[in-house]
T-cell receptor, first 110, second 115 residues
Framework: GQSLEQPSEVTAVEGAIVQINCTYQ??????LSWYQQHDGGAPTFLSY????GLEETGRFSSFLSRSDSYGYLLLQELQMKDSASYFC???????????FGGGTRVLVKP | GAGVSQTPSNKVTEKGKYVELRCDPI?????LYWYRQSLGQGPEFLIY????????DSGLPNDRFFAVRPEGSVSTLKIQRTERGDSAVYLC?????????????FGPGTRLTVL
């Protein structure tokens, strides 16, 4: 079967840095995506890694190691509005469906 | 509008009834995906269309679930003989299929409640 493991919950204060790890076991791997979802909202795309290394997009960065079947999302300079659930998702074939992890709920405190 | 839209936003039905959920993707997006999300879990893949055809329907749980996209734009997810276990948020997403990152744009979802 397919499995993606990520921590269920993380709590941090404003201005802090949070790293959300994701390990995956899937048949087929093309790329790893990260999505953010606020309560009651739609998932929104944050980043994508197809190759090993770090991708930086503003305060958010994402890392991938294909040999370790591992990636992480780094949230820097945390703001209250970053309180949300974050999902890693594997794209198993180009342009195809995403297989999502269970999500990490991030709570940012003042 | 510019985004993915889904109707209805909420649907309450009785066990055994038939429901249809509609998705309007972003104009020009050739790929359309349906997912189902239960409370506290990640979205679960149901079916993927490339144009009018279902490229992958391996996530449909059983033959009570069916989806169409007759003109390669709007899609309808159809559930027959609904069961209480079908209660979830049904999400639709679309993508251009040409980007290097397969960014999928999600709609707000339809919350289905089967009583």
């Amino acid at each position: 079967g397919q499995s993606l493991e990520q921590p269920s919950e993380v709590t941090a204060v404003e201005g802090a840095i949070v790293q959300i790890n994701c390990t995956y076991q899937t048949s087929g791997f093309y790329g790893l995506s990260w999505y953010q979802q606020h309560d009651g909202g739609a998932p929104t795309f944050l980043s994508y890694n197809a190759l090993d290394g770090l991708e930086e997009t503003g305060r958010f960065s994402s890392f991938l190691s294909r040999s370790d079947s591992y990636g992480y999302l780094l949230l820097q300079e945390l703001q209250m509005k970053d309180s949300a659930s974050y999902f890693c998702a594997v794209e198993r074939a180009a342009g195809n469906k995403l297989t999502f992890g269970g999500g990490t709920r991030v709570l940012v405190k003042p | 509008g510019a985004g993915v839209s889904q109707t209805p936003s909420n649907k309450v039905t009785e066990k055994g009834k038939y429901v249809e959920l509609r998705c309007d993707p972003i104009s020009g997006h050739t790929a359309l995906y349906w997912y189902r999300q239960s409370l506290g879990q990640g979205p679960e893949f149901l079916i993927y269309f490339q144009g009018t055809g279902a490229a992958d329907d391996s996530g449909l749980p059983n033959d009570r679930f069916f989806a169409v996209r007759p003109e390669g734009s709007v899609s309808t997810l159809k559930i027959q003989r609904t069961e209480r276990g079908d209660s979830a948020v049904y999400l639709c997403a679309s993508s251009s299929g040409t980007g290097s990152d397969n960014e999928q744009f999600f709609g707000p979802g339809t919350r289905l409640t089967v009583l």
